[in-house]
């Protein structure tokens, strides 16, 4: 499976991307705080990781390489838990590197998995993660997840408690919601500089059912 889009392009995750995506990942080491691998002392530690995971069907993982950018693989993300008995599909391990992070490419990479899954006929698309991870959960609502709660102690990862947040969105929402990411990434919503005109959080706001309570004004 690969998924073009103007900003963002998806592919599956294979060894010779490992080179790239270390490099790209190495000025950070905030960005493994809140997932369940890394951080990896080397390059041939990070490729031994690529290599593992590569081969699984799920999680099923994918590289994102912006288009606009160096072209070369800047992020990693998963689509796992996957059930299509009961229609659920959950989008999760997204690790951005400090360069593609807001960035449109990013973004759109969440559109373009979005996109596929309803299209394939799945019912609900999820978003999980750390309750304790801001960003996190901001990013999931700005992009019209809709949040359901927390599960309380719901894993341990390194070693450490994790309460989990939960979002999701629905066959019925994308409905409402892919009109608006549609808007956002034309590109007449970016001035010359970039800057949007219209965000994608107040565009995606009508079609959320429930917000995350952590963000009420």
């Known amino acids: 499976m690969r998924l073009e889009g103007r900003y963002a392009r998806i592919e599956p995750l294979v060894p010779a991307h490992a080179k790239a995506l270390f490099a790209a990942n190495s000025d ?3 960005i493994w705080d809140y997932l369940p691998y890394g951080p990896f002392a080397s390059e041939a530690a990070y490729a031994a990781w690529v290599v593992q995971m590569a081969g699984k069907a799920d999680p099923l993982f994918f590289t994102v390489i912006d288009r606009g950018g160096r072209r070369t693989p800047a992020g990693v993300a998963s689509l796992m838990r996957i059930a299509p008995e009961a229609g659920s599909i959950e989008v999760g391990n997204i690790c951005w ?23 394939e006929g799945y019912r609900r698309f999820e978003w999980k993660c750390d ?25 341990v990862v390194k070693g450490r408690n994790r309460d989990t947040a939960w979002f999701a969105m629905t066959d019925g929402d994308w409905r409402c919601l892919r009109p608006a990411w549609e808007r956002w990434l034309d590109p007449a919503n970016f001035d010359a500089d970039g800057r949007q005109k219209l965000s994608l959080s107040a565009l995606t706001a009508p079609c959320r059912v429930a917000s995350d309570p952590l963000f009420a004004s």
Do not use: H, I
Request: aromatic share 14%; proline share 4%; no cysteine.
């Open 131 to 155: 309750a304790l991870n801001r960003p996190s959960r901001r990013a999931a609502e700005r992009m019209g997840f809709s949040y359901e709660g927390v599960f309380r102690q719901a894993m």
């Open 28 to 30: 950070d080491e905030r």
């Open 97 to 119: 590197s400090p360069a593609l992070k807001r960035t449109r490419a990013a973004s759109e990479a969440v559109f373009l998995f979005a996109d596929w899954v309803f299209r």
